[in-house]
T-cell receptor, first 117, second 111 residues
Framework: NAGVTQTPKFRILKIGQSMTLQCTQD?????MYWYRQDPGMGLKLIYY???????DKGEVPNGYNVSRSTTEDFPLRLELAAPSQTSVYFC????????????????FGAGSRLTVL | GQQVMQIPQYQHVQEGEDFTTYCNSS?????IQWYKQRPGGHPVFLIQ?????EVKKQKRLTFQFGEAKKNSSLHITATQTTDVGTYFC???????????FGKGTLLTVNP
């Protein structure tokens, strides 16, 4: 299993450009997530999905859009890139019932480093 | 609310010294998870604690969940250079599939 795969690993955008960060998982996990990580600020949830066709906003959704047409894929779209979106983006996935109790355990992709100039 | 506070934000130690990071909440936690992120890497799950007063060990790492389930700690005995990275705690809120992460503790180890 490849786990969670993100592309691209690095990207530089100009202000106002658009792009899509791709995320795919081959573990048949029903939950998928997008987090952004800024230095010293931890991981903040952008959007998440509980299954194909269902998405919901996280803590910092403004400026982003997502879709979940299949169980495997969860792309994140930036429509009008702004310098404030310079960050490292992590996609993650999980499934119910990973343990007898407690919360789902997240499996993260390697990350996508985005710079907006 | 759903926040978890981690202290310290940074810790620099000499190799062989012990290290402890703390995760605190103003509300009772259903569970707490710990992740490690190596420099330039991605977060990797270490452990989950669910019971009051629970203690779990992984080699030189000891994880504790407070009796009141409002705090947790991660202790590393005799640090090594391979321990370098950022350690995050994470909690779930009303749903088990949605996690809120602390800001992390960055550990650096001087060889």
């Amino acid at each position: 299993n490849a786990g969670v795969t993100q592309t691209p690993k690095f990207r530089i955008l100009k202000i106002g450009q658009s792009m899509t960060l791709q995320c795919t998982q081959d573990m048949n996990h029903n939950y998928m997530y997008w987090y952004r990580q800024d230095p010293g600020m931890g991981l903040k949830l952008i959007y998440y999905s509980v299954g194909a066709g269902i998405t919901d906003k996280g803590e910092v959704p403004n400026g982003y859009n997502v879709s979940r047409s299949t169980t495997e894929d969860f792309p994140l779209r930036l429509e009008l890139a702004a310098p404030s979106q310079t960050s490292v983006y992590f996609c993650a996935s999980s499934y119910d019932g990973q343990g007898r109790s407690g919360a789902n355990v997240l499996t993260f992709g390697a990350g996508s480093r985005l710079t907006v100039l | 609310g759903q926040q978890v506070m981690q202290i310290p934000q940074y810790q620099h130690v000499q190799e062989g010294e012990d290290f402890t990071t703390y995760c605190n909440s103003s509300t009772t936690l259903s569970n707490i998870q710990w992740y490690k992120q190596r420099p330039g890497g991605h977060p990797v799950f270490l452990i989950q604690l669910v019971k009051s007063g629970e203690v779990k060990k992984q080699k030189r790492l000891t994880f504790q969940f407070g009796e009141a389930k409002k705090n947790s700690s991660l202790h590393i005995t005799a640090t090594q250079t391979t321990d370098v990275g950022t350690y995050f705690c994470a909690r779930s809120g009303g749903s088990n599939y949605k996690l809120t992460f602390g800001k992390g503790t960055l550990l650096t180890v001087n060889p």
